[in-house]
T-cell receptor, first 110, second 118 residues
Framework: SQQGEEDPQALSIQEGENATMNCSYKTSINNLQWYRQNSGRGLVHLILIRSNEREKHSGRLRVTLDTSKKSSSLLITASRAADTASYFCARETSGSRLTFGEGTQLTVNP | GAVVSQHPSWVICKSGTSVKIECRSLDFQATTMFWYRQFPKQSLMLMATSNEGSKATYEQGVEKDKFLINHASLTLSTLTVTSAHPEDSSFYIC??????????????FGPGTRLTVL
C-alpha cells in the first residue's frame, strides 16, 4: 500500500492514561503531519514535524520522528474523554500532497 | 488560524444527477487545493490536486471526466461529481496549504461534504 501504516487500528484506554499511536511509511518525506477527526467531521491539524526534526510538543501532545526507521509516534498524555476521535498521520511528499495512514480510533473511557 | 469552508455540508441526490461541491479559503489565498474522498471507517484518499489557472492533476484511478475540478480563483475550487451513482456516496473533503509564514506547509481542511446518492 502506498499509504502509511498506523497501529494500533483501535485503542481503548481510561481517562488519565497516556495513548501512543504509531505511524510507518515507505518513501522519503518532506514532513509528517498528525490530524484528528471526530466522527463524520473534518480534520483538525495537530502537529507538523519536518524531516530534519526529531521531536515536537504541543500541549499534551508529543510527536517523534525517526527517519532512519521511517516511523513516527503520537503520544497523548493524561488523556480525556474528549480526546476520543480518529487520529491520522499524513506524510507530505512533493507538491504538498498528503498521503494518509489508515488511522487509529482512540476511545477514552471516563 | 486559516479557515477553509465547504458547501454544501451534505447533499442527497438521485442517481444520474450532477452535484457541485465548493471549497473556499476564507482568509488566505490558495493557488493549490486538494480534494479527498473518505468512505466510512476508512482513511482519506487523495483524488486530485486543484491548481488555480490550470488543469487539475488527478491521482491514479480517479476518473477526470467524472470528477470535474475547476479552480476559478485563488480562494475557490469546485468539485463536480457528474452523473452520480450510489457508489459515489462518500465524504468529500478539501484542503488548502499555507504557502508562506509561520504555518508554511500546514494544510487546513474543510469540514467536508457528505454525498448520498440514492
Amino acid at each position: 500500500s502506498q499509504q502509511g501504516e498506523e497501529d494500533p487500528q483501535a485503542l481503548s484506554i481510561q481517562e488519565g492514561e497516556n495513548a501512543t499511536m504509531n505511524c510507518s511509511y515507505k518513501t522519503s518525506i518532506n514532513n509528517l503531519q498528525w490530524y484528528r477527526q471526530n466522527s463524520g467531521r473534518g480534520l483538525v491539524h495537530l502537529i507538523l514535524i519536518r524531516s530534519n526534526e526529531r521531536e515536537k510538543h504541543s500541549g499534551r501532545l508529543r510527536v517523534t520522528l525517526d527517519t532512519s526507521k521511517k516511523s513516527s509516534s503520537l503520544l497523548i498524555t493524561a488523556s480525556r474523554a474528549a480526546d476520543t476521535a480518529s487520529y491520522f498521520c499524513a506524510r507530505e511528499t512533493s507538491g504538498s500532497r498528503l498521503t494518509f495512514g489508515e488511522g487509529t480510533q482512540l476511545t477514552v473511557n471516563p | 488560524g486559516a479557515v477553509v469552508s465547504q458547501h454544501p455540508s451534505w447533499v442527497i441526490c438521485k442517481s444520474g444527477t450532477s452535484v457541485k461541491i465548493e471549497c473556499r479559503s476564507l482568509d488566505f489565498q490558495a493557488t493549490t487545493m486538494f480534494w479527498y474522498r473518505q468512505f466510512p471507517k476508512q482513511s482519506l484518499m487523495l483524488m486530485a490536486t486543484s491548481n488555480e489557472g490550470s488543469k487539475a492533476t488527478y491521482e491514479q484511478g480517479v476518473e477526470k471526466d467524472k470528477f470535474l475540478i475547476n479552480h476559478a480563483s485563488l480562494t475557490l475550487s469546485t468539485l463536480t461529481v457528474t452523473s452520480a451513482h450510489p457508489e459515489d456516496s462518500s465524504f468529500y473533503i478539501c484542503s488548502a496549504p499555507i504557502s508562506s509564514g509561520p504555518s508554511y506547509n500546514e494544510q487546513f481542511f474543510g469540514p467536508g461534504t457528505r454525498l448520498t446518492v440514492l
